[in-house]
C-alpha cells in the first residue's frame, strides 16, 4: 500500500522560510507526477506547485519566485522550499502524486501538514 508522508510544516514569521518534504513508500516502481495543494478552511485546496518525473514544474502565480519545487526520485521524494513567506501563505499543505502500479495510475494525497506565517 502507498502511503504519502508530509514534514516540515510549522510556524513562522513573514519573511521567513519553511521546507516540506514528502515521502512516498510502499510499492512503488516509478512515480509520475508530483505537486504540492493547500488548503484553509473554508476554500477549495488550490494548486501550489507541480514537477513532473522529467523534471517540468509550474507554479500558481502567488508563489511564482519565492516557492522552489524539486524531487528526488531515488528517494521517492518531493520537497518545496518557501522563502519570503507572507501571512496569506497560511493553510494546510498536501503532497499529491501519481503513481502507477499493474493496472494503471493512482492518485495518492498525503495526510497535510499545517503552515502558519506570522506577521
Known amino acids: 500500500q502507498v502511503q504519502l508522508v508530509e514534514s516540515g510544516g510549522g510556524l513562522v514569521q513573514a519573511g521567513g522560510s519553511l521546507r516540506l518534504s514528502c515521502a512516498a513508500s510502499?510499492?512503488?516502481?516509478?512515480?509520475?507526477?508530483m505537486a504540492w495543494y493547500r488548503q484553509v478552511p473554508g476554500k477549495q485546496r488550490e494548486f501550489v506547485a507541480g514537477?513532473?518525473?522529467?523534471?517540468?514544474?509550474n507554479y500558481a502565480g502567488s508563489v511564482k519566485g519565492r516557492f522552489t519545487i524539486s524531487r528526488d526520485n531515488a528517494k521517492n521524494t518531493v520537497y518545496l522550499q518557501m522563502n519570503s513567506l507572507k501571512p496569506e501563505d497560511t493553510a494546510v499543505y498536501y503532497c499529491?502524486?501519481?503513481?502507477?502500479?499493474?493496472?494503471?495510475?493512482?492518485?495518492?494525497w498525503g495526510q497535510g501538514t499545517q503552515v502558519t506565517v506570522s506577521s
Open positions: 514537477i513532473t518525473s522529467d523534471g517540468d514544474i
Open positions: 499529491n502524486a501519481d503513481i502507477p502500479d499493474y493496472s494503471g495510475s493512482f492518485d495518492y
Open positions: 510502499g510499492s512503488i516502481f516509478s512515480i509520475n507526477h
